[in-house]
């Protein structure tokens, strides 16, 4: 079985795969000073309510980390704790998705995993999404490039942006009001998180859409997706675990020769 994990600034998403098919899942919150032994008693105690063993039953782990701490905390578990060394996704391993960047080396690998996963499951153009603690598009084009995209405030962010720098905003559920018009102060700040969230990303999406020409497969995937999807017009399909099929579409091209 293999163990997808997709390191992010707020949370860790975590999978396991037996071949193709994603058997488990879970959410944990991001702390980047957490040690390889933490980290080992944390998986194993996951993998242990599904009645999986981390030495026994998993046979290989990729990663793709946006935390340098965890990135060397996940290395450094794997050799203490497993019989096998991690996949590291950056640069030298085998994507398959060519990055026609200024710089290729800033994309983060979470970026890349989400370009691959929706190139081999759409196509292309293709846009991503992602709805976590920043709101990325990842571009990819119709030969499944990545060529680019956008990087905004997630929805969280600039919630907790707003009620850090007023004094009487008071902090809010995100969910979205009845009516756009909010009638009292809390619905007036949901309204702009929600629907002026989801309003962006309808504008970005035709921008993007008039620069390459061709009207691209929009696919939605992230924690705070679901609270924004639902007032979109542009999203087409929704694959809440995008990056962790990117993960094990790299493992499966590094790991097996035929596949490269």
């Not at 309204?191 to 390459?212: C, F, K, P, Q």
Request: net charge negative; with cysteine; glycine share 10%.
């Amino acid at each position: 079985m293999l163990l997808a994990a997709d390191v992010g600034n707020t949370e860790i998403v975590l999978g396991v795969f037996e071949g193709e098919v994603l058997r488990q899942t879970w959410r944990l919150s991001t702390r980047a000073e957490q040690t390889s032994d933490e980290l080992a008693l944390q998986l194993a105690g996951l993998l242990e309510h599904r009645d999986l063993d981390l030495r026994r039953d998993l046979t290989g782990m990729c990663v793709a980390s946006v935390v340098p701490d965890l990135t060397t905390a996940f290395r450094e578990m794997a050799a203490a704790y497993l019989t096998f060394a991690p996949l590291i996704v950056g640069p030298g391993i085998k994507t398959g998705v060519s990055v026609a960047t200024d710089n290729p080396r800033e994309v983060g690998a979470d970026r890349v995993m989400n370009a691959l996963a929706a190139f081999s499951r759409y196509g292309g153009p293709t846009v991503v999404v992602d709805f976590g603690t920043s709101t990325n598009f990842d571009v990819v084009s119709a030969e499944g490039e990545f060529v680019g995209g956008v990087i905004g405030p997630g929805i969280q962010v600039a919630a907790a942006s707003l009620v850090s720098r007023t004094a009487r905003l008071p902090r809010v559920e995100l969910v979205a009001p009845l009516s756009v018009i909010g009638k009292n102060t809390v619905e007036c700040i949901q309204s702009a998180l929600v629907y002026g969230t989801a309003d962006m990303v309808d504008g970005i999406v035709a921008r993007i859409s008039d620069e390459l020409g061709a009207h691209p497969t929009t696919v939605a995937t992230g924690g705070l997706a679901l609270i924004v999807i639902p007032h979109c017009r542009s999203i087409e399909h929704h694959e809440p675990w995008l990056t962790l099929e990117g993960l094990r579409l790299v493992h499966a091209r590094n790991a097996d020769p035929a596949d490269v």
